[in-house]
């Protein structure tokens, strides 16, 4: 018989020792809109690789909790945060990275996957300066470095595609200047 220890216990253990904060849990804060959309918040994580000839963009993805595709991190805003302080808290905890949020790339409502729920998300773009070995949710969602021509393929959500052009759309014009 072999021992059985749950997630929840282990990343309690983990983070006690690493002193470091952990996820958030519940909905007892959740913020919704006036006509019950849930308040989504998330970033996409991006940083400039140098290449030979220039520098390329590339974007964080993680893996879903629940299901298996890729996704930027998102969750809910809180009513005791602001939007940004929500969005670079859940980026940190399901990715693993810390940043400067550059700018808001819109709101995107849409239907939750998992039940008939209706969100508003809200994207910004976070510039990475750190990537941190250990996070809340290392040992619960895989992470990846890739091209925004790689993510809009794996990405599993129609609206975070559409805040990934956003930010492509955004990046190139500021490379113009």
């Not at 282990?10 to 006690?16: G, I």
């Not at 913020?31 to 308040?39: A, E, K, L, N, S």
């Not at 990715?95 to 790339?105: F, H, M, P, Q």
């Not at 990537?131 to 959500?157: F, G, H, S």
Request: proline letters at 3%; a positive charge.
């Amino acid at each position: 018989m072999g021992l059985h220890v749950s997630k929840n216990l282990l990343n309690f253990v983990l983070l006690s020792f690493c002193n470091m904060p952990k996820a958030r849990t519940g909905r007892h804060l959740q913020r919704y809109d006036t006509v019950g959309y849930r308040q989504v918040v998330g970033c996409i994580p991006y940083r400039y690789r140098k290449t030979n000839k220039s520098e390329e963009l590339e974007v964080l993805v993680i893996s879903s909790q629940k299901g298996k595709g890729m996704l930027f991190p998102k969750g809910g805003w809180e009513m005791d945060e602001d939007i940004k302080a929500a969005a670079l808290r859940e980026t940190f905890e399901e990715a693993g990275v810390r940043g400067e949020i550059k700018e808001k790339l819109g709101m995107w409502p849409y239907k939750s996957k998992s039940c008939d729920i209706m969100h508003n998300g809200y994207m910004f773009a976070l510039h990475v300066n750190k990537q941190l070995d250990q996070w809340p949710e290392k040992n619960i969602r895989q992470r990846k470095w890739m091209t925004a021509t790689e993510a809009r393929e794996v990405c599993q959500q129609g609206w975070m595609k559409a805040a990934l052009n956003e930010l492509i759309s955004r990046r190139m014009k500021n490379s113009d200047k």
